[in-house]
């Protein structure tokens, strides 16, 4: 079973950065395939980013060039740098985890407001 968990969310204003989280726990972080998601209100949870246990990884259109995902396997962490952030951006971050199943964590809120 694994567990994971986000932090680093908040408020933030345009053109600012971010940098969110998501710390796992059992033994086979290293073999997941990491990713983040959100959900604004009123629309449906999208795909922000995804590294492999090879760290490839893969972008939406709307965050390449301003984000990265990277991954730490020793902390068993996922991290995700927003920088050049806009209003859009504003939603609740999912951190997943897959291999044969779906994990995810509870959640972090991000808003970007002046």
């Known amino acids: 079973q694994v567990q994971l968990v986000e932090s680093g969310g908040g408020l933030v204003q345009p053109g600012g950065s971010l940098r969110l989280s998501c710390a796992a726990s059992?033994?086979?972080?290293?073999?997941?395939?990491m990713g983040w998601y959100r959900q604004a209100p009123g629309k449906q949870r999208e795909l922000v980013a995804t590294?492999?246990?090879?760290?490839?990884?893969n972008y939406a259109d709307s965050v390449k060039g301003r984000f990265t995902i990277s991954r730490d396997n020793s902390k068993n962490t996922v991290y995700l740098q927003m920088n050049s952030l806009k209003p859009e951006d504003t939603a609740v971050y999912y951190c997943?985890?897959?291999?044969?199943?779906?994990?995810w964590g509870q959640g972090t809120q991000v808003t970007v407001s002046s």
């Open positions: 997943n985890g897959r291999l044969v199943q779906d994990y």
């Open positions: 059992g033994s086979i972080f290293s073999i997941l395939t």
């Open positions: 590294i492999t246990s090879g760290t490839s990884t």
